[in-house]
T-cell receptor, first 114, second 113 residues
């Protein structure tokens, strides 16, 4: 069974640009969540999607958005990039996103904003 | 408020020895899950072990065991018989409600040959 796949692996952008990251969950998993990891702030929850609906959102500005498609694949978009957006963005999937269900993570997308 | 605290930024252990990584948590939810993940330099977070707040026994998964002390709100990870491949960052996490995880700041473990 294939794991969680994130593309691209690395991205370099400049301030003001926008970026889209992609995540394909494990087959059969319907919940997809996104996390931002930085040396200063650690791992922070961005949002979670289930059946194309955002069910939960972390404390991030509106520049961070996402969506989920009918096949459970998810995309995350960051508009008007800032230097502080440089981070490892991790996508995770689970079967139904219920409480206490373990998450399966992808290898992440390393975003560098110059 | 939900909070996970890992007070050991870095740990060293001799190969084949056991090591304990500390984790304390704070939540007002009566039901929650505690998790440990390993993150090697490749970046992927690898699930190690899970403990439910109502589980009576400590969880074990191969060489990993979780020392769960509910009254003290601690969930320490014990790795027995350390191997060189265990060198990585280790994160304690909590899921008190929904599918949002709260992570600690991590502990960097180095296994010395």
């Amino acid at each position: 069974k294939a794991g969680v796949t994130q593309t691209p692996r690395y991205l370099i952008k400049t301030r003001g640009q926008q970026v889209t990251l992609s995540c394909s969950p494990i087959s059969g998993h319907r919940s997809v969540s996104w996390y931002q990891q930085t040396p200063g702030q650690g791992l922070q929850f961005l949002f979670e999607y289930f059946s194309e609906t955002q069910r939960n959102k972390g404390n991030f500005p509106g520049r961070f958005s996402g969506r989920q498609f009918s096949n459970s694949r998810s995309e995350m978009n960051v508009s008007t990039l800032e230097l502080g957006d440089s981070a490892l963005y991790l996508c995770a999937s689970s079967i139904s996103g219920t409480k206490n269900e373990k998450l399966f993570f992808g290898s992440g997308t390393q975003l560098s904003v110059l | 408020a939900q909070k996970i605290t890992q007070t050991q930024p870095g740990m060293f252990v001799q190969e084949k020895e056991a090591v304990t990584l500390d984790c304390t948590y704070d939540t007002s939810d009566p039901s929650y899950g505690l998790f440990w993940y390993k993150q090697p330099s490749s970046g992927e977070m690898i699930f190690l072990i899970y403990q439910g707040s109502y589980d009576q026994q400590n969880a074990t998964e191969g060489r990993y065991s979780l020392n769960f002390q509910k009254a003290r709100k601690s969930a320490n990870l014990v790795i027995s018989a350390s191997q060189l491949g265990d060198s990585a960052m280790y994160f304690c996490a909590m899921s008190p409600s929904g599918n949002q995880f709260y992570f600690g700041t991590g502990t960097s473990l180095t296994v010395i040959p």
